[in-house]
């Protein structure tokens, strides 16, 4: 129906068979006699001034009068248009078909398809359309069987085509449209699209909107970096490469679009640039990849991601990076963190840094309402990277802070290693009703993760791997046969560690409802399991580095440098804590500045959790008698706080490698700087020791009700990394340490010393 009513419409004494039998004739004269010069075929403008464009001629001659200056002639195709014969098309960046078609530049009139298609479409330096200005639209238009390549040698060079003297000044490579900043909707893109630098299958930079826009086909960037030459006469690249847009500026809104093609990003191998900023022998980039935008500072909504992403730097499977909103959008495609192929210096926003997720590999801005049922994974087995289910949400790192609501992503398909604010977990039966938990009745809230220690696994968007489990008790169940004096609190308290697992016990026999024991009776304490909920990584409050005089890291570092962790860091000077061997944990960042002053003593403000992490020669030194140790410390505690202390309790728990995780807590009344009178603080410390590690956390805070210091500072020592290594810690002078009289344990800060002398 189409074709006959725009055969009508063109001339109108000819019948619609003859048009067909015309067109026929004109792809047997293109085809098989390309050196001919086609027929001139005139066409004029419908009743309406909309452009037809049936065959070859048309298209040309349209692009002519675009190019003579009617930059707003609206177009339409009334049928399929062949530039080329297709059928090799794989093969045209070896053998280049006859015809490359003229660039259209400049365009704000309405180009409607019609649903019909460029059919072999082919160019070595320029997309269908330089620039969609805004007022201009391009709609329902097919590309097919398409091959862009834009290469070093060939960016910013003169059209060929048309003679002119001005330059196309496209050095990305693009399957439609070079800039939009109007309307590209309802198109679609079928084939490869290579660049030397940046690429993407539909649009390069769009400040307009792409609606309903699909890429299926071969989209790769920073193909340079697979040639043989040694130098670029390039100013720090910086490429990126996206499935739909290279670049989604703020203004920018991509809707409803869907890339099912494979999406690649070069990044390694080792060049020489011309750069002013000195950088001779060393790439210094800025490369992001992803299934929909390379980059996206503006909005992304209702999208789908179904290819593969891959390269060596940040990506992800909707944006590489995000400083925009993205919402309502999935991947179901795999993103690849592939290996580098040299040792190169790569610089993302001054930082060296590797992110892959399944949404946006870095996220300074907003993600909301997603799902990545896809993989997320390294290509090679090497810790160089993180690995996301959702995304990296960069929240320290940047003045403006990325975070995510409602999200999901599939368990089992991705490496994450710690829990998002925003973000869960589904298994395979949960993600198949994925909609209700997007927008119906199944929508998870966070979980604070170390408030308690859980009796079973049972938050509901979390996994195994979102737990610590610990034991706490005999390493199996046992019996014990009770003594004059004992109370059932004591027994616990000594078989345990902690009088509060008294419930716990199975006793011999009740009676009046309340639970009796007596001399000789069998109390049965069973092994004891709790899970702690490893916590949300964007807590307010990150580490703090100490570093030496010669600007060295001290062990402290090494801890909070551990992925394993499921911390941002923020990195502060903090010298005096680094030469009393101690670093700190402050509650937020806006109190930074007032953590630690130089040439002060550290101060204990209203939350601070001190923590070193060094090597040990010694091991387990509480492991021999921990009944000792306790008296050790209760005596210190009097030494020191007298009746100002009180409400000392101690816990040892057994992590799954078999190490000890020991600690206690307590309250008492000190003076806080600032203050007249004392006041009441909450206290706790915790240990792991073994041979070639000591990690030691102190918490004190000021008492208020539900807190959680004593879970922080207890989750912390339980996630340090059981493989870190500590081989060139400090030595620390622990004279210097305060509190050294009255203290068993050299090695250790004393907590009661710290909090009377702070």
């Excluded at 004109?26 to 464009?53: M, N, S």
């Excluded at 391009?138 to 097919?144: C, E, Q, S, T, V």
């Excluded at 006793?507 to 909920?533: C, K, M, N, Q």
Aim: contains cysteine; aromatic residues 10%.
């Amino acid at each position: 129906m189409k074709v006959q009513k725009a055969a009508k419409n063109r001339i109108v004494v000819c019948a619609a068979g003859f048009a067909v039998i015309l067109t026929a004739v004109f792809l047997i004269v293109r085809f098989c006699a390309p050196g001919k010069e086609p027929v001139e075929v005139k066409t004029d403008q419908d009743a309406r001034d909309v452009y037809q464009i049936a065959v070859l001629e048309d298209l040309e001659g349209f692009i002519r009068k675009v190019r003579d200056g009617e930059t707003d002639l609206d177009a339409q195709l009334t049928a399929d248009i062949f530039l080329n014969d297709p059928s090799d098309h794989e093969n045209w960046g070896q053998t280049p078909p006859a015809y490359q078609c003229p660039m259209i530049p400049e365009y704000s009139g309405t180009f409607d398809g019609n649903g019909y298609s460029l059919i072999g479409y082919y160019s070595a330096y320029h997309p269908v359309f330089e620039e969609v200005t805004e007022g201009g639209c391009i709609r329902n238009l097919n590309i097919r069987l398409s091959y862009v390549s834009v290469s070093y040698e060939n960016r910013d060079i003169p059209d060929k085509e048309s003679g002119a003297d001005d330059e196309a000044n496209i050095d990305v490579a693009a399957g439609l449209c070079g800039f939009n900043y109007g309307k590209i909707e309802n198109c679609a893109v079928e084939g490869n699209v290579l660049g030397d630098g940046m690429a993407a299958g539909i649009v390069a930079y769009n400040g307009g909107l792409v609606k309903d826009c699909s890429f299926s086909g071969t989209v790769e960037g920073g193909r340079c970096m697979l040639r043989p030459e040694e130098s670029f006469d390039i100013d720090r690249p910086r490429w990126h490469a996206g499935g739909i847009v290279i670049n989604n500026y703020k203004s920018g809104t991509i809707s409803g679009c869907v890339n099912r093609g494979e999406i690649t990003l070069h990044t390694g191998g080792l060049k020489i640039w011309r750069s002013g900023g000195g950088y001779a022998d060393r790439i210094q980039i800025e490369s992001c990849a992803g299934g929909l935008a390379g980059r996206n500072n503006g909005l992304v909504a209702d999208c789908t991601n179904e290819g593969t992403v891959s390269s060596a730097r940040v990506l992800g499977g909707i944006s590489g990076a995000n400083s925009g909103d993205i919402r309502d959008c999935a991947n179901k495609g795999s993103v690849v963190m592939l290996p580098e192929s040299e040792e190169i210096k790569v610089d993302y926003m001054g930082r060296e840094e590797y992110a892959a997720a399944g949404i946006s590999g870095y996220n300074t801005g907003s993600i909301s309402n997603c799902y990545n049922a896809g993989s997320v994974c390294m290509e090679e087995d090497e810790d160089r990277g993180y690995v996301y289910g959702i995304s990296q949400n960069v929240s320290v790192w940047f003045d403006n802070a990325g975070g995510c609501e409602n999200c999901y992503y599939l368990a089992g398909r991705t490496e994450q290693r710690y829990r998002y604010s925003g973000v869960y977990q589904l298994s395979e039966r949960e993600m198949e009703n994925i909609e209700a938990y997007l927008y119906g009745e199944r929508a998870l809230t966070d979980t604070e993760g170390y408030r308690t220690l859980y009796a079973s696994m049972d938050v509901a968007g979390t996994g195994e791997s979102d737990y610590i489990r610990l034991s706490v008790g005999p390493d199996e169940d046992m019996v014990y046969k009770v003594k004059a004096g004992d109370s059932l609190w004591k027994i616990a308290e000594d078989l345990y560690g902690d009088g509060s697992c008294y419930d716990r016990l199975i006793l011999p026999r009740e009676s009046g409802g309340e639970a009796v024991i007596h001399p000789e009776d069998e109390v049965t304490a069973p092994r004891l399991e709790y899970y702690l909920l490893r916590a949300l990584d964007e807590r307010p409050f990150g580490g703090v580095e100490a570093r030496g005089k010669d600007g060295s890291i001290d062990a402290a570092a090494a801890f909070a440098k551990k992925e394993s962790a499921g911390w941002l860091y923020v990195y502060y000077l903090a010298e005096t804590a680094g030469d009393k061997g101690m670093s700190v944990i402050a509650p937020s960042r806006e109190a930074s500045d007032t953590w630690l002053k130089p040439d002060e003593e550290p101060a204990i403000f209203p939350s601070c959790i001190f923590f070193q992490v060094t090597a040990n020669e010694a091991g387990d030194f509480f492991a021999g008698d921990w009944k000792k140790v306790q008296e050790s410390i209760r005596d210190s505690a009097a030494h020191y706080l007298g009746e100002d202390c009180w409400g000392l309790r101690f816990y040892r728990y057994t992590l799954d490698n078999g190490e000890k995780l020991y600690g206690y807590s307590f309250r008492c009344y000190a003076y806080q700087p600032g203050k007249e009178e004392k006041q009441v603080l909450d206290c706790a410390a915790f240990y792991r020791m073994r041979d070639g590690l000591l990690a030691e956390f102190i918490g004190v805070e000021e008492h208020q009700e539900g807190s959680d210091l004593l879970a922080a500072v207890r989750y912390l020592a339980a996630i340090v990394d059981q493989q870190i290594d500590v081989t060139e810690a400090p030595k620390y002078d622990h004279s210097m340490y305060l509190g050294r009289e009255n203290w068993a344990f050299a090695p250790l800060h004393n907590p009661f010393a710290i909090v009377k002398n702070r």
